[in-house]
């Protein structure tokens, strides 16, 4: 007999079968990111953002390519899309080489200073020369085969369209069945993939050698830009945000995980953007804490830190809302950087994007072992939406928190209070764990080291999360409770530990 898998879309059942599910689309890391959609119409004229989009081509091409048809519109309609995309094009490229420029000059010089005045031996320098027998791929299934371990992809429908794809971690030969599930959540510009690069110390790894059922999950066109209905060559396509991401993405990514693992309760631990999508959908959906175990927050992107007061995020930050769009579009945020990354040579790729994203978000690599910064960035940035940058920059950027996050709470409704652990870096300057932590009521006794905090904000967001720690970790950034070289000294120890404590059933 044929098993089937049941999706649930919209009060429509779809079924799959084993055969069709091996058919249905498979889209690739080794491409970057490619779209499997094909359209009906290949006769038309192509607009200048299909070709632009046209040169993620795919390295394998599945048998059967689902097709979706692009939305009809008027022959006005489609030039004033197109011309919209030009001058977005035309205008954002000049802005982002001056960036890269100011960022490599910035970066560059921050390093030679280090070099000059401060000739310290790191801990982890001693691991740059243990050089693994790894090649540098964009497949994150290739680094959990070399390491070990098998990494099961599957589709996940969420209830407004999108495919996303998650994967299953386990050791071979250890089946999952019957293990207690965790599901991780990434942060922004970032994928699942960002989970497996630490080699043998990975989190995603240590997670599964402890004995759990490790679920790793992808927002919406991260790995892959795959719908039920629309394309993602029409800027419908690209409509959604942080609430999307919240009520959606992570609902669906959730239950999935409860429905293979048989667990009604799944441990969830997030990244950066991957905790404030779960707590949009907490605030806005509380149902969904009778599904968690414990909460495990990493750099939880809530409220802002003292990097948003910096040229030039604070430029970006102040552009009003029609000046944004006629910049960056209305569909995905600044597409040339996946073209790049398709196309240029890796390491020389990790160079500039690691300039830009320590010149504009802090990630500075001095927990991380350099070598592996060429993996790191074969991973990042990931596609987002202009509309996602857009909800950051409107809460995160100019309120100092994040959009959705603490509205429509229920303080009456009938729930189990989940555990909540939080872990920040002392030197993370993009976000401030601080203040997140003392948006909860009784917490003075878990900061009481803390020299010179704020204590506004002191107003419990989340009746349904019940914090029972704060990791507060010297000198770690944004990036190293995932990267960190000593992980599996300053936060997997303890991290395993509260897992143990959750409410599982």
């Given at each position: 007999m044929r098993s089937i898998e049941l999706l649930d879309l919209d009060d429509k059942d779809i079924y799959f079968t084993e055969e069709e599910n091996e058919d249905k689309r498979v889209l690739s890391y080794d491409s970057g990111v490619n779209s499997s959609i094909n359209d009906d119409d290949d006769d038309d004229d192509k607009s200048t953002l299909e070709e632009m989009m046209d040169l993620l081509p795919p390295k394998r091409v599945p048998a059967d390519r689902k097709k979706v048809q692009r939305i009809k519109r008027g022959l006005l309609k489609r030039i004033i899309i197109d011309i919209q995309a030009i001058i977005s094009m035309t205008l954002s490229l000049p802005i982002l080489i001056v960036l890269v420029l100011l960022a490599i000059y910035k970066t560059t010089k921050t390093h030679m200073l280090d070099v000059l005045y401060h000739k310290t031996e790191r801990p982890q320098d001693i691991l740059e020369n243990t050089l693994p027998d790894e090649v540098i791929t964009q497949d994150e299934t290739y680094y959990a085969e070399k390491w070990g371990y098998i990494s099961e992809k599957h589709e996940v429908v969420t209830e407004d369209g999108y495919i996303i794809i998650m994967y299953r971690l386990y050791r071979k030969g250890c089946k999952p069945s019957g293990r207690k599930p965790v599901l991780i959540g990434h942060g922004l510009f970032q994928c699942s993939g960002a989970f497996v690069l630490n080699e043998e110390k990975s989190i995603a790894f240590t997670l599964a050698d402890e004995g759990y059922d490790v679920w790793v999950g992808n927002n919406r066109a991260i790995a892959g830009y795959d719908h039920i209905s629309l394309s993602y060559k029409d800027p419908e396509y690209w409509d959604w945000g942080l609430k999307e991401l919240g009520i959606y993405d992570f609902k669906a990514m959730l239950d999935h995980v409860r429905e293979y693992s048989g667990y009604s309760r799944v441990a969830y631990i997030g990244h950066s953007q991957g905790n404030a999508q779960a707590f949009i959908g907490l605030s806005l959906c509380p149902e969904i804490a009778n599904k968690l175990s414990c909460f495990v927050a990493l750099a939880p992107a809530i409220f802002s830190g003292t990097l948003v007061n910096t040229y030039p995020l604070r430029l970006l930050i102040n552009l009003n809302d029609w000046l944004y769009s006629i910049l960056f579009g209305t569909a995905a945020f600044l597409p040339v950087m996946t073209v790049v990354q398709t196309i240029m040579h890796p390491r020389l790729f990790c160079f500039l994007a690691y300039c830009m994203f320590s010149y504009l978000f802090s990630w500075w690599d001095s927990h991380w072992v350099r070598r592996r910064k060429v993996k790191y960035f074969q991973f990042t940035p990931r596609p987002v939406s202009a509309r996602l940058i857009a909800d950051w920059i409107a809460g995160w950027g100019k309120t100092g928190k994040c959009l959705y996050v603490g509205e429509n709470t229920h303080d009456n409704m009938q729930m189990d209070r989940v555990p909540l652990v939080v872990f920040y870096g002392t030197a993370d300057y993009l976000v401030d764990g601080e203040q997140f932590v003392r948006s909860f009521d009784d917490c003075e006794h878990r900061l009481a080291d803390t020299k010179g905090a704020s204590s506004k904000n002191n107003t419990?967001?989340?009746?349904?999360?019940?914090?029972?720690?704060?990791?507060?970790?010297?000198?770690?950034?944004?990036?190293?409770?995932?990267?960190?070289?000593?992980?599996?000294?300053?936060?997997?120890?303890?991290?395993?530990?509260?897992?143990?404590?959750?409410?599982?059933e």
């Amino acid at each position: 007999m044929r098993s089937i898998e049941l999706l649930d879309l919209d009060d429509k059942d779809i079924y799959f079968t084993e055969e069709e599910n091996e058919d249905k689309r498979v889209l690739s890391y080794d491409s970057g990111v490619n779209s499997s959609i094909n359209d009906d119409d290949d006769d038309d004229d192509k607009s200048t953002l299909e070709e632009m989009m046209d040169l993620l081509p795919p390295k394998r091409v599945p048998a059967d390519r689902k097709k979706v048809q692009r939305i009809k519109r008027g022959l006005l309609k489609r030039i004033i899309i197109d011309i919209q995309a030009i001058i977005s094009m035309t205008l954002s490229l000049p802005i982002l080489i001056v960036l890269v420029l100011l960022a490599i000059y910035k970066t560059t010089k921050t390093h030679m200073l280090d070099v000059l005045y401060h000739k310290t031996e790191r801990p982890q320098d001693i691991l740059e020369n243990t050089l693994p027998d790894e090649v540098i791929t964009q497949d994150e299934t290739y680094y959990a085969e070399k390491w070990g371990y098998i990494s099961e992809k599957h589709e996940v429908v969420t209830e407004d369209g999108y495919i996303i794809i998650m994967y299953r971690l386990y050791r071979k030969g250890c089946k999952p069945s019957g293990r207690k599930p965790v599901l991780i959540g990434h942060g922004l510009f970032q994928c699942s993939g960002a989970f497996v690069l630490n080699e043998e110390k990975s989190i995603a790894f240590t997670l599964a050698d402890e004995g759990y059922d490790v679920w790793v999950g992808n927002n919406r066109a991260i790995a892959g830009y795959d719908h039920i209905s629309l394309s993602y060559k029409d800027p419908e396509y690209w409509d959604w945000g942080l609430k999307e991401l919240g009520i959606y993405d992570f609902k669906a990514m959730l239950d999935h995980v409860r429905e293979y693992s048989g667990y009604s309760r799944v441990a969830y631990i997030g990244h950066s953007q991957g905790n404030a999508q779960a707590f949009i959908g907490l605030s806005l959906c509380p149902e969904i804490a009778n599904k968690l175990s414990c909460f495990v927050a990493l750099a939880p992107a809530i409220f802002s830190g003292t990097l948003v007061n910096t040229y030039p995020l604070r430029l970006l930050i102040n552009l009003n809302d029609w000046l944004y769009s006629i910049l960056f579009g209305t569909a995905a945020f600044l597409p040339v950087m996946t073209v790049v990354q398709t196309i240029m040579h890796p390491r020389l790729f990790c160079f500039l994007a690691y300039c830009m994203f320590s010149y504009l978000f802090s990630w500075w690599d001095s927990h991380w072992v350099r070598r592996r910064k060429v993996k790191y960035f074969q991973f990042t940035p990931r596609p987002v939406s202009a509309r996602l940058i857009a909800d950051w920059i409107a809460g995160w950027g100019k309120t100092g928190k994040c959009l959705y996050v603490g509205e429509n709470t229920h303080d009456n409704m009938q729930m189990d209070r989940v555990p909540l652990v939080v872990f920040y870096g002392t030197a993370d300057y993009l976000v401030d764990g601080e203040q997140f932590v003392r948006s909860f009521d009784d917490c003075e006794h878990r900061l009481a080291d803390t020299k010179g905090a704020s204590s506004k904000n002191n107003t419990t967001m989340f009746p349904m999360l019940d914090l029972v720690h704060v990791e507060r970790i010297d000198g770690y950034e944004h990036m190293d409770t995932i990267w960190g070289h000593n992980n599996h000294e300053t936060t997997y120890p303890i991290l395993l530990k509260q897992l143990k404590q959750a409410k599982w059933e």
